[in-house]
């Protein structure tokens, strides 16, 4: 009973891996490039000012992949970061679980 | 809705910091109660998803576009917030230190907005809508509305405590978007997602229905 809900589980890992990848490689291309929900309500209710001003603040820590692009790479970089971060995300949550795990 | 570091004083970032600690042990102590070696690919499997669903902009009208969050989703799927909140940690900290996505002084109120309250109250929701008998695609589409909605709200009093917003703009704005952003991104996605793991694995939804927490109602 329980193998076979360990292979199904198993199944559904790699339903789930086959989906996100998918996702992370139609992102670059289908994904909006509208500002978000709350980047959008800061220009509709900052002024422009302080607005600009915010925006100039330097980074508390200097991220390796900024904003999910490689620079000069276009959309073949930012395929390459949201994948790697999807790849990087199915490791990091598996190892966490394991060590955790009852 | 990913507050970036700009957006709030560190002094009060600090505080959510301190809010969102006790839920993120909690959720650490729910992985060593109930987490074993069958769930953890289902665990990775969500992780990964929800990182690659969260590239994905939904275009919503008015120059303006929105993500799923996926808390709630996780969590009915586990069958306990908790899952949503360690789910969400661990996909703030890659965006946050790996892609500049979201702040790193202000990941407490990321964690505690998107994970805790969009997480708890999807859950809860979904919980008490099954409960009075609601279908589970509708129970599901409700429950992670609500929870972004809500969270949004929360951000907007967060960004209004932070002297970035003022209160009644930044509501209404906020409430405005997410209140769409909630119905496309978070509220069916989840129901389709739900709904197809009731049909092909109806096992895994176990928890959500049958643990004395949900009043044992069966799907």
Known sequence: MSEIMSENNMKFLYAGIAIALLISVLAPFIASQDPDGLESASYDVIDEVKMAAMEEMDPVFESPVPDYAIEGHGKTGEVVAIVSGTLMMLVIAFVIGKLVKK | ????????????????????????????????????????????????????????????????????????????????????????????????????????????????????????????????????????????????WLGLFVSALACAVEMYIAGTFPLAAGLTAMGLYHLIIGFVGEGLITAIVITAIQKSRPDLLDNSFLSAESGGVTA
């Open chain 2, 1 to 144: 809705m990913h507050i970036p570091d700009s957006f709030m004083p560190l002094s009060q970032a600090m505080i959510y910091w301190v809010i969102a600690l006790p839920f993120i042990f909690m959720s650490v102590k729910w992985a060593r109660k109930e987490l074993d070696d069958t769930k953890v690919p289902i665990l990775a499997a969500l992780a990964a998803g929800i990182f690659a669903i969260q590239a994905l902009n939904i275009p919503i009208g008015m120059g303006t576009s929105g993500h799923m969050i996926g808390a709630a989703l996780v969590a009915i799927i586990f069958g306990s917030p908790f899952a949503g909140v360690l789910v969400l940690t661990l996909v703030l900290l890659v965006q946050g230190f790996v892609f500049a996505d979201g702040g790193i002084t202000v990941m407490g109120a990321n964690i505690l907005n998107m994970g805790v309250i969009s997480g708890f109250l999807g859950y809860y929701t979904f919980v008490a809508l099954r409960k009075s008998k609601l279908s589970i695609t509708i129970s599901a589409f409700i429950g992670a």
